[in-house]
């Protein structure tokens, strides 16, 4: 792989990370455009660990949040709601890597998730809860349960979670920043998960952990710096364009594109 192809999949993880259009669908169809081989372990794991840097976008975008330290109750609705994905991501894992190189799934996923935006503002007219402080720890949690739906590579960990607080009675503005609060200990853990404890390569062959092959050479380690430094640029970038959209016009839009991009990617990889 050329440095090229790792700045490029960089910059679509941070545009798409927040978007409820599915970062993991936008990577991997990227990679496969590029015909770039879907089993180079280290090519999944940089797919994975460059969400290190949109997780630090969160963090600066809504510092004041994050280190409010007077509010536990924040800390506490995050830990509740993270739960779910932590203990089924585990326990999923070896499933969820199986039908990341199924691009056909994926794109069907990517379709049907975009019929659900279409008609998701018309579902929930009469939000109750505008802010976070409003956010009971049942909702919270039942919000956690709603993100495990995107397992399921295509589906997109922000508009399952931001539909799930639309459920919950939240208005899109608040579901969609809560959504953007519990992605930095969800995608925190599944970077600290493939970073030290996963051992990546099939079975019976030299297995590697990820900080193993970041440190293997100097050209590895400039990679995985350079692919974070990106990511948080661009979702910097990407969340407040998300956000004013969102407000202003919903769903519908990401709907739309989710179909028309599914539709041409089913057809290319049928």
């Known amino acids: 792989m050329e440095l090229f192809h790792y700045i490029l999949i960089a910059i679509i993880e941070g545009l798409t990370e927040y978007l409820p259009i599915s970062s993991t669908a936008h990577m991997g169809f990227t990679a496969a455009l590029l015909g770039l081989d879907s089993n180079d372990e280290f090519l999944k794991m940089f797919q994975v660990s460059i969400q290190f840097g949109a997780i630090l976008s969160i963090v600066v975008l809504y510092w004041k949040k994050f280190f409010d330290f007077n509010n536990f109750n924040f800390y506490l609705k995050l830990a509740f709601a993270v739960i779910p994905a932590l203990g089924l991501g585990y326990l999923f894992d070896d499933m969820i890597e199986e039908v990341l190189g199924n691009q056909k799934v994926i794109s069907i996923v990517l379709i049907l998730g975009g019929i659900v935006l279409i008609f998701v503002d018309q579902w929930f007219k009469n939000p109750k809860i505008h802010d976070e402080k409003e956010i009971s720890f049942k909702k919270a949690l039942t919000i956690g349960f709603w993100q495990c739906l995107a397992m399921m590579p295509g589906t997109s960990r922000s508009a399952a979670s931001i539909i799930g607080g639309m459920t919950q009675g939240l208005s899109r503005k608040a579901a969609a920043e809560f959504s953007f609060f519990l992605a930095v200990p969800t995608m925190l853990a599944v970077t600290i998960y493939s970073v030290f404890v996963k051992k990546w390569g099939a079975e019976g062959i030299v297995q590697q952990k990820g900080y193993e092959m970041i440190l293997a050479t100097s ?52």
């Open 219 to 270: 050209e590895n380690t400039q990679i995985f710096i350079l692919g974070n430094i990106i990511a948080f640029i661009v979702a910097l970038i990407a969340v407040k364009t998300f956000i004013a959209v969102l407000t202003k016009y919903g769903f519908k839009f990401w709907g739309w594109y989710r179909i028309i991009v599914g539709i041409i990617l089913l057809i290319y990889f049928w």
